[in-house]
């Protein structure tokens, strides 16, 4: 297992995400982000792609990529919930604990609270909770509802010093076998509230 301390004694594990999984998907990792879809995703991860990281890590966090300004916040939030409901990812309650999940707001009008507010209501409603993706010059003008998750691509793996930050991606398009991933540092706190594979 990949462990980390960074400044502040906040425990975490690795964690990768990408457009498309990698085949073979890559070692050394405890969670992946799997792109669950919404109308500015690239690629809605398959089957096979979600089993595959599903084989190499402990946890899964599912991504949805809307357009906010764009899209009808109500039915994004009622497509991510079909989405979780058609993959078996257990609500809170049927998990005994908490079970997020991640929107990537960096997308059509952001930042846009109202909008992201109407979409988590929905999935909150539905039993989950809710993590907001974004750059720092966005990110923080959101309400943080269940935490942050931050893009912030040094290529050292650090955690963002930010109240309520619970994840911080540092690294873009790096080579690895079978394509290009993205690192993150995971708190452990958020790793062990996260669907496990």
Same mark, same amino acid.
């Given at each position: 297992?990949?462990?980390?301390?960074?400044?502040?004694?906040?425990?975490?594990?690795?964690?990768?995400?990408?457009?498309?999984?990698?085949?073979?998907?890559? /070692?050394?990792? %405890?969670?992946?982000?799997?792109?669950?879809?919404?109308?500015?995703? /690239?690629?809605?991860? @398959?089957?096979? %792609?979600?089993? &595959?990281?599903?084989?190499?890590?402990?946890?899964?966090?599912?991504?949805?990529?809307? @357009?906010?300004? @764009?899209?009808?916040?109500? /039915?994004?939030? &009622?497509?991510?919930?079909?989405?979780l409901k058609a993959h078996n990812v257990p609500t809170s309650t049927e998990a005994g604990h908490q079970v997020h999940l991640l929107w990537d707001l960096e997308t059509g009008t952001e930042p846009d609270a109202a909008w992201a507010d109407q979409a988590c209501r929905v999935t909150t409603k539905a039993g989950w909770y809710n993590l907001i993706y974004g750059s720092l010059s966005v990110i923080f003008q959101q309400p943080v509802r269940n935490g942050y998750f931050v893009a912030d691509p040094t290529g050292q793996p650090h955690m963002y010093e930010h109240q309520d930050v619970k994840a911080t991606q540092y690294a873009f398009n790096v080579k690895v076998r079978g394509g290009v991933i993205d690192q993150s540092l995971v708190s452990v706190e958020l790793a062990n509230q996260m669907w496990r594979a």
């Open positions: 297992m990949s462990v980390f301390w960074v400044p502040g004694l906040v425990h975490c594990v690795q964690s990768f995400d990408a457009a498309h999984c990698p085949d073979p998907a890559p /070692t050394g990792y %405890e969670g992946a982000l799997v792109y669950a879809g919404g109308s500015s995703a /690239t690629h809605a991860w @398959t089957a096979a %792609e979600i089993a &595959r990281a599903a084989g190499v890590v402990k946890w899964l966090l599912p991504v949805w990529v809307p @357009t906010p300004g @764009t899209d009808d916040p109500v /039915t994004a939030g &009622r497509d991510f919930v079909a989405w």
